[in-house]
């Protein structure tokens, strides 16, 4: 800002521009590549474990279903053998549920999910600011994920969403939503949780949305 528009209070807000776009100029665009092995990071362990649940419960289900229709054989009681339905339905479950938090604590603190902190890659606002848990959940995630349960238009927003990658700005569907976009984690390292200057002095005991 230059000393005459210092002195002039009427004088139009130019070094918060200069600034904002300074911030933008750093930012360096995820590449393509690397956002399409974040998602696919992410799906894995819960695919995983969605299915290490199912086949938990309906394996022995099945098993026993046999059991009590072949004359002569009595079924295992459940719990025996390998009839411990309820016990790896526990611990596939607890898994999960591990997997969950650690990935929102990601969120919160990093703007990442467990893929996208492997990948080394952050979504932040457009202006490189930092994308709180609220707007990365209720704004890019939920909306789509609502909308997708729609049938048939909910497979040609699934199908729109990541085409728009391709753009020149690189943006998916969800990120217009949220007004995010996906760069790099190395140019981005002050659009985290410690890096917001909103809490640089504070104590932290709640989660902001």
């Known amino acids: 800002m230059s000393a005459i528009a210092a002195q002039n209070r ?26 399409l092995l974040a998602v ?8 995983i474990l969605t299915l290490g649940i199912v086949a938990a419960v309906a394996i022995p289900a099945y098993e026993r279903y046999k059991q009590e229709h072949t004359p002569g ?8 053998g390998h009839h411990m339905t309820g016990t790896w339905a526990l611990l596939a479950g607890i898994a999960l549920l ?20 492997m990948m080394n890659i952050r979504v932040v606002r457009v202006d490189g600011g930092r994308v709180t848990f609220g707007r990365f959940v209720f704004l890019r995630w ?4 609502v909308v997708g349960m729609i049938p048939f238009i909910g497979g040609i927003v699934a199908l729109v969403d990541p085409l728009l990658i391709f753009r020149e700005s690189s943006r998916c569907l ?4 949220a007004d995010t976009r996906v760069v790099t984690a190395a140019s981005s390292v002050d659009a985290t949780l410690n890096g917001d200057a909103k809490y640089a002095s504070a104590t932290l005991r709640t989660i902001d949305f």
């Open 73 to 80: 054989i009595d079924p295992p009681a459940l719990g025996s």
């Open 174 to 177: 969800h990120d217009d939503i």
């Open 40 to 47: 696919l990071i992410d799906s894995v362990p819960t695919i």
């Open 10 to 35: 009427f004088a139009p807000p130019r070094a918060d521009v200069e600034l904002q776009a300074d911030v933008e100029a750093g930012l360096v665009e995820a590449g393509r590549g690397a956002r």
């Open 142 to 145: 939920l909306p789509l994920a």
């Open 98 to 117: 591990a997997y969950a938090i650690y990935s929102i604590v990601l969120v919160y603190r990093y703007g990442q999910t467990f893929g996208k902190r």
